[in-house]
């Protein structure tokens, strides 16, 4: 049986082994363990210059590692060694090569090899090393766990928070260990106020609690929108036109219908609408797809050549939207997925607001990083307004496109480096950018690679949305919610129900920490039967 690559590119196993037998397993194990050992230090030593850290370097060694194993489809193996009482390596994560030790080491004794020179078990305490750094670094960034639960939940606070302490009071008390101010929304003086209730509401009652500031970044929106003669939606089939500029409209009256999103009876041929970043269309080319409000409105590019005929724009075929149709309205998403946007994720307005979450933010989410230089952007704009000495806030880079989650080794490596860092996994423009089918596989990639170098994760976006916003939730968001054991940290959106949802996800995941730690089981007594 073949141990075989899951890259084309990397080097075949030369030799056919039978991992039936305890020898060929051991044969195989050693030959991973090398090829993985050789190629892990190869990935390290080009990361090396970028870590500052001297407490990160054992992390940043141990994600290489675990890059350099998973190249490789160890399905079979993995199957070959469960017969044999051994670990199938499926929650070899945080700790690669004491895993691998561990398994060549009881092979070694099973086939009767064993002696000074070749047993390599590795002591207990460097076995759960990687659980031990997680753990740290979970703590860096969060603060320490409550006494009842691993997982910290956050929540993200309303206007209203600037007014009532007592709903910040309350949210704390219920189980909130992080409060986050979306910077897109209010003001500077409303989040002063806010943060005045969250420290009054910490020394009030005891409780730690950490703030994460958002930066708004980079909003790629629709513009006002014109509709054809007696069309109000958009159906699969029609035309749109994406154009640079807002499309001219010749009355006041229409001025107001093209606001509200309905149809004016004039010439327009298509839908008509414009795109806030106009320097994006440049980057289109024929059959890119397009996507409008969280992909509500499925299109693909038809014709580029509009940019010269029609005012500066492009011509989009709707491939898919609800068979009701769906309204086209201003200030609702557009999403690229196919396209490489080289532009830059902070904003003129994000620096601005950067002179005041530096100093006020323990925690700062960057939204839009896609590549190692948006992390370098933001950590040479946190030290020009910092003074000597003090130390930068805590990072969150939000990965929510496709370029993000191909980066995410290099994006952790130049984050982690220098300062505490985590990753937020934003679901929603993630599942619009790769599409819903593939959310899920690349939620766990992400969760696995996280965890490969010790770094929390925080799973966001419509988390108990139901009951947040309705007082009920449904079944499937309770499976969702209990599945965010896995992550270091959980964020609840603001709505009418927020006290009940901390609650009921503080209920939950205490429930499932007696069940399940990240990947592994725990078989706690069972007492349903």
Not at 9 to 24: D, M, R
Not at 122 to 130: T, V
Not at 198 to 212: H, Y
Not at 353 to 374: E, K, M, N
Request: glycine share 6%.
């Amino acid at each position: 049986m073949q141990l075989k690559t899951s890259n084309s590119n990397a080097k075949t196993e030369s030799t056919l082994v039978n991992l039936s037998s305890p020898q060929g397993l051991l044969s195989t194990l050693q030959e991973l363990r090398q090829t993985v050992e050789s190629e892990g230090k190869a990935t390290f030593n080009q990361w090396r210059s970028h870590i500052q850290r001297p407490e990160f370097l054992a992390s940043a060694l141990n994600l290489a590692e675990y890059i350099a194993l998973r190249r490789h489809d160890l399905r079979d193996l993995q199957a070959a060694l469960m017969p044999w009482g051994l670990s199938s390596l499926g929650r070899i994560e945080g700790r690669v090569m004491p895993n691998l030790d561990a398994v060549i080491a009881t092979l070694e004794v099973i086939c009767g090899s064993e002696s000074a020179q070749h047993l390599n078990r590795p002591p207990i305490e460097f076995f759960f090393e990687g659980d031990r750094l997680l753990q740290q670094h979970t703590a860096e960034l969060f603060g320490q766990s409550p006494p009842q639960r691993r997982v910290r939940i956050m929540v993200t606070l309303p206007t209203e928070a600037a007014t009532d302490y007592e709903m910040v009071r309350e949210i704390m008390q219920r189980g909130a260990n992080c409060m986050r101010i979306n910077c897109a929304h209010d003001t500077i003086e409303a989040w002063q106020d806010m943060i005045d209730h969250i420290r009054r509401a910490q020394q009030e009652t005891g409780t730690p609690c950490k703030i994460i500031m958002d930066l708004a970044g980079l909003k790629i929106r629709t513009g006002v929108v014109l509709a054809p003669h007696h069309k109000k939606r958009v159906f699969k089939g029609d035309r749109i036109l994406l154009l640079r500029c807002e499309p001219k409209i010749t009355s006041k009256a229409a001025a107001r219908k093209a606001d509200a999103g309905d149809a004016i009876p004039s010439h327009v041929k298509h839908f008509q609408t414009s795109c806030t970043v106009p320097e994006i269309l440049d980057l289109l080319v024929v059959d890119n797809p397009v996507y409008i409000d969280d992909g509500k409105i499925q299109t693909r590019v038809v014709d580029t050549q509009h940019r010269v005929h029609h005012g500066q724009g492009i011509l989009l075929e709707v491939t898919n939207a609800s068979p009701k149709g769906v309204k086209l309205r201003p200030q609702k998403g557009l999403n690229f997925p196919d396209t490489v946007l080289p532009l830059s994720p902070l904003t003129e307005k994000d620096l601005s607001d950067l002179d005041f979450v530096a100093t006020h933010a323990d925690i700062i989410g960057y939204s839009f990083v896609q590549r190692p230089a948006d992390i370098e952007l933001l950590q040479q704009e946190l030290d020009r307004r910092l003074v000597k000495g003090q130390s930068r806030p805590a990072i969150v880079a939000k990965i929510e496109t496709a370029i993000a989650v191909a980066n995410l080794p290099e994006l952790i490596i130049y984050a982690a480096g220098k300062q505490s860092f985590g990753v937020m996994i934003a679901r929603g423009d993630l599942a619009v950018e790769i599409g819903y089918q593939r959310l899920t596989e690349i939620q766990e990639e992400i969760l696995w690679l996280c965890e490969a170098a010790h770094i929390p994760v925080i799973w966001a976006t419509q988390v108990l949305e139901s009951l947040v916003k309705n007082g009920t939730p449904s079944r499937g968001e309770m499976t969702d919610a209990a599945m965010a054991e896995r992550a270091e940290c959980v964020m609840l959106n603001k709505g009418p129900f927020i006290a009940e949802a901390i609650a009921i996800l503080d209920d939950v995941l205490t429930r499932m920490e007696a069940h399940q730690s990240k990947k592994t089981p725990q078989l706690r007594a069972l007492h349903s039967w």
